[in-house]
Structures are given as C-alpha cells and as structure tokens.
C-alpha cells in the first residue's frame, strides 16, 4: 500500500491517512509480506502510534519503503516495519511532540505534561528499532534532527538504502539497442521469405527511427 501526505484523519478541506485507512487497506492482504510505500511530513502522533503498533501486531513481514520523506508522526510509522528500506534520496525526521495550547498556567501545564509524556512514548518507540540510548535519542529529537538514507541507516532508524535500479540502455529516442536488432531481424527474415517474388534489386537497410521528442487540539 501507499501512504502519502499527511497522518491523521481526513477533515472538510483535506484528505489524509489514518490508522482506520491502514486497517482497512491491509486486513484482507493474504501475501506473507506486505510492502508500505511512505511519504509524509507527518500529522497526528496518536494516529501514527497507532499505525505503528497495527504494523507491529501483523503476523506478516512489513517492508516499510520511503521514497522521499519519513518525518515526525511518518517515522514513527517506519519503526513498525520488521524492514525500513531508504530510497535514494530520500530523507527522515525526528523531532519532540509538539501542539498548541491556550487558558490558565494550569492548562498550560497539563498540555506540556502531555507533551513529556509523548516524547516517552516516541524515545520508547525509537530505542526498540535503533538499539540507540535514550539519552542519545532525547538529544536527537530535541535538535529536531534530519537525515539523509544513509544517515538514517549509519543511526539505525532504517535498514539499508535502496538505489533506482539499472534501466535497460536506450537510444536518443526511447527504443532499446535489443529492439532495434528485433527490427532488423523481422525485416531482414520477410525479405528472405519473398526474394524469390521479388524482381530488381532490394535494398535490406534498417529503417531510420524517427526522434518524436519534438512533438511531444492535535500533537504532532
């Protein structure tokens, strides 16, 4: 499945991925390994908590790929892959829950008391993938820290990183150097096939090809 844009529930004036939306996608998948594409900024640290422990609790092998942005909320869903793969390019980030809050100090105070609580919960989270200390992980998400694939990987919040694989060489106009031969082979065999039909010389060249390109109150 793919999981792109934002984590949360879908609202009037904007769509997003929710841990229902995962559920939904997945509960019927009868492969013994199941392969998430990801690329999110991220949204609602509670929805991807749940995501990630949905992931976790599969008895099947999650793949989690990400192919351009694995940030706050997304990371934490990365984490409930038994394999977090980085594409070329692509990056992580992790940083401290964060919301809005407004009223008394009272209410101030309980809204950061939720806070700490979810950095717990994220620093948890990370520890289990990374092997890393807490203390090394506090650092981290305190400097809100971003990550190349291979820095992702050199920290052990992913696994390896994955390259674009090797195109098949092609020419200026987009037909492989084989299906050039595949023509000159088909032209080349219906003329053997009709020489004998045929009077006068016969010109066996290749055709030219014809270059087209011209035409053409929520935490985060």
């Known amino acids: 499945m793919v999981i792109s844009g934002a984590i949360g529930r879908s609202g009037w ?9 995962v559920r939904d996608a997945l509960q019927d998948v009868s492969s013994s390994t199941i392969r998430v594409k990801l690329n999110s900024g991220g949204g609602d640290a509670d ?18 790929e990400v192919t351009s942005l694995a940030a706050s909320a997304a990371s934490i869903i990365a984490m409930g892959a038994d394999e977090i793969i980085m594409r070329t390019g692509s990056r992580m980030m992790v940083h401290e829950a964060s919301t809005f809050a407004w009223g008394t100090k009272q209410d101030i105070q309980k809204t950061l008391n939720a806070l700490e609580t979810y950095d717990e919960s994220i620093i948890s989270i990370y520890e289990e993938k990374t092997g890393n200390s807490r203390s090394e992980i506090k650092k981290l998400i305190e400097a809100e820290t971003w990550m190349t694939a291979e820095q ?4 052990g919040f992913a696994d390896r990183v994955e390259k674009i694989k090797d195109e098949e060489p092609q020419t200026s106009n987009g037909i492989t150097d084989e299906q050039i031969q595949m023509i000159k082979n088909s032209i ?9 039909q045929i009077q006068g010389p016969i010109s066996a060249s290749t055709p030219s090809i014809v270059d087209n390109k011209s035409k053409r109150k929520r935490f985060f």
Not at 152 to 155: D, T
């Open 13 to 21: 004036f904007y769509s997003a991925t929710s841990a229902q939306d």
């Open 188 to 196: 080349l065999n219906e003329l053997k096939q009709n020489e004998n």
């Open 47 to 64: 929805q991807g908590i749940e995501i990630y422990n949905y992931l976790k609790d599969l008895d099947k092998y999650v793949i989690v």
């Open 152 to 155: 992702a990987v050199e920290k």
